[in-house]
């Protein structure tokens, strides 16, 4: 199953070092049941993007949790066998769990912002909370930080990419 988890800098760093992204269970997205019933979509890779777009919210709320990331929102998708995988529609749309830690080498691509996105994230990251909790000018900024398309990285870039960060 193709899944998508949201990541910070510091996840990124930790998976360029250590080859796995973990510890297991890892929460991520991925086009579940839920996520068909709410999109009222056929097509797959739509779908695709709907879950990634998820994970990119929930960037969001891992980027408030650690001050030292970058305020860049990231999306690692991988694939990950279906035994492994636990679909949490009771969660969210398109949550799931992950059950393993996940091998560098599962991983598909890297989602990320670019730099002219981060004082528009940043903002986002401070009013997260509050968007969730059905604020209205919290949800413009959040909405403001989803107007950036992410960027796509083949994961022999991630040195690259975390290199820009610098």
């Not at 999109?39 to 797959?44: A, E, F, N, S, V």
């Not at 004082?119 to 000018?137: K, N, R, Y």
């Given at each position: 199953?193709?899944?998508?988890?949201?990541?910070?800098?510091?996840?990124?760093?930790?998976?360029?070092?250590?080859?796995?992204?973990?510890?297991?269970?890892?929460?991520?997205?991925?086009?579940?049941?839920?996520?068909?019933?709410?999109?009222?979509?056929?097509?797959?890779?739509?779908?695709?993007?709907?879950?990634?777009?998820?994970?990119?919210?929930?960037?969001?709320?891992?980027?408030?949790?650690?001050?030292?990331?970058?305020?860049?929102?990231?999306?690692?998708?991988?694939?990950?066998?279906?035994?492994?995988?636990?679909?949490?529609?009771?969660?969210?749309?398109g949550v799931?769990r992950?059950?393993?830690?996940?091998?560098?080498?599962?991983?598909?691509?890297?989602?990320?912002?670019?730099?002219?996105?981060?004082?528009?994230v940043?903002?986002?990251?401070?009013?997260?909370d509050?968007?969730?909790?059905?604020?209205?000018?919290?949800?413009?900024?959040?909405?403001?930080?989803?107007?950036?398309?992410?960027?796509?990285?083949a994961t022999?870039?991630?040195?690259?990419?975390?290199?820009?960060?610098?």
């Amino acid at each position: 199953m193709r899944v998508y988890l949201p990541a910070t800098s510091t996840v990124l760093a930790d998976l360029a070092g250590s080859g796995v992204l973990g510890p297991a269970p890892l929460t991520g997205f991925a086009v579940t049941p839920g996520l068909r019933e709410y999109y009222l979509d056929d097509d797959i890779e739509e779908l695709e993007y709907a879950a990634a777009a998820e994970a990119a919210r929930a960037a969001l709320r891992l980027i408030a949790a650690d001050p030292a990331a970058a305020r860049r929102r990231f999306v690692v998708s991988a694939d990950v066998a279906d035994g492994s995988v636990v679909v949490r529609d009771d969660l969210d749309r398109g949550v799931v769990r992950i059950a393993v830690e996940i091998p560098l080498a599962w991983c598909a691509s890297i989602h990320a912002d670019d730099a002219d996105a981060e004082s528009t994230v940043a903002v986002a990251v401070e009013q997260i909370d509050a968007a969730d909790l059905g604020d209205p000018s919290a949800e413009e900024a959040v909405d403001d930080a989803e107007g950036f398309e992410l960027s796509w990285y083949a994961t022999q870039e991630l040195a690259d990419l975390l290199a820009q960060l610098r």
